[in-house]
């Protein structure tokens, strides 16, 4: 594969990774003031060597070109666990997101533990992997994946858990949004009150309640170095679709009556943060578009999913797909399934019939991908 820029650079290389076809970026960044590579997409590149034999990762002076040839997937070769320190320049989840991809497929059990920053505003949390990426996965068939958060903070601790398939039996069919039907959530803090996480808790509850009657959210206060306050809220809905919302503090708020600083108004910012994601009317949580798509893409006969606004990686993951695997999408539009609620509700104005966002069901033939590190189970 030859390609240009450093858009979806972790998908390019988990892509390479299981096909087994070498890869070379270049022009990434040529033209911005610090052009090349960055620290932590350097470090994601040493990570995926340590969980492959034989990998080859070859840089150029200026980081502006990359040669990346793949090796084997061995997660563990032995029984000793892998760890690694994550670059503090992007969240945790940045790596565990892709390397989840990749383990699934190798020779042996995956146990690795990562060090790095547990929460960062524009990276996903550690809580949303073990909330609504794990479990999602467990939805579709792929059950042997666990992860377990040991502290927060900038010197957070993970452990990493997978064991590999032989490949995904099961077509993915994620077309009914269905109902909300409860909410679960946690509010964490780290060096501060312990009182600060309570109140978050008590405010998102009491505006959720005005919603639904079952809402719970517990609280987790750890010890580390840095200052840290934040909430993650997933709605359940009957078809067992997750939605989540989460909001951390100093995170720039859209709302100048509300500031993240304050332990109330991050509750309710977390709240409308979810209420957003509801509106979509999606069956998938945007957050795990590309994570989603890929995996259709490697699954067996065909499968489906329903998304509403697709995030511009998502609509890249699909082109690059398309030149990798040559699986093609097919799209279908469809109305947002809360609009027939709407209409029967006459006390609504008509400009916000009109906002809410339209769906697309998308779907895809999967290439039926093979666990070609380990040929018998």
Not at 292 to 310: E, G, N
């Amino acid at each position: 594969m030859e390609l240009k820029g450093s858009a979806n650079l972790r998908y390019r290389v988990v892509l390479s990774a299981l096909t087994g076809s070498p890869l070379t970026v270049t022009h990434i960044r040529h033209k911005d003031d610090y052009p090349g590579l960055q620290n932590s997409e350097v470090n994601f590149l040493e990570l995926v060597s340590k969980i492959t034999n034989g990998t080859q990762v070859t840089i150029n002076q200026t980081g502006t070109e990359l040669r990346f040839v793949p090796g084997i997937i061995t997660n563990n070769p032995s029984l000793d666990t892998i760890s690694h320190n994550c670059d503090k320049h992007r969240g945790l989840a940045y790596y565990l997101e892709p390397v989840i991809l990749i383990a699934l497929f190798g020779k042996h059990s995956l146990n690795l533990q990562l060090r790095g920053v547990s929460n960062l505003p524009n990276d996903l949390s550690l809580d949303y992997i073990q909330l609504v990426v794990v479990p999602l996965l467990k939805s579709i068939g792929i059950e042997n994946v666990d992860l377990k958060i040991s502290s927060r903070g900038e010197n957070a601790l993970v452990t990493l858990k997978v064991k590999p398939l032989r490949k995904i039996e099961t077509p993915i069919q994620l077309t009914d949004t269905g109902k909300i039907k409860r909410v679960r959530g946690i509010a964490y803090s780290s060096r501060i009150n312990v009182q600060m996480a309570n109140r978050v808790a008590y405010a998102a509850k009491g505006q959720l309640l005005h919603f639904l009657p079952d809402v719970w959210i517990q609280t987790d206060h750890q010890k580390s170095e840095t200052p840290l306050l934040g909430v993650t809220l997933v709605a359940e809905t009957t078809t067992k679709s997750l939605l989540s919302g989460e909001f951390l503090r100093g995170e720039e708020s859209n709302f100048e009556y509300l500031e993240s600083e304050v332990p109330e108004d991050l509750g309710t910012l977390s709240v409308l943060s979810l209420l957003e994601e509801l509106t979509q009317g999606a069956s998938i949580d945007t957050g795990v578009q590309c994570l989603v798509l890929l995996l259709m893409a490697l699954s067996a006969s065909q499968s489906s999913v329903r998304c509403a606004r697709l995030t511009p990686q998502a609509i890249d993951l699909m082109r690059l797909i398309k030149q990798v695997l040559k699986v093609e999408f097919k799209f279908e539009d469809l109305a947002n399934p809360g609009e027939d609620e709407v209409e029967e509700d006459q006390y609504l104005e008509e400009p916000l019939r009109e906002n809410l966002p339209r769906n697309v069901i998308l779907s895809c033939t999967g290439i039926a991908y093979e666990n070609m590190a380990r040929i018998a189970f």
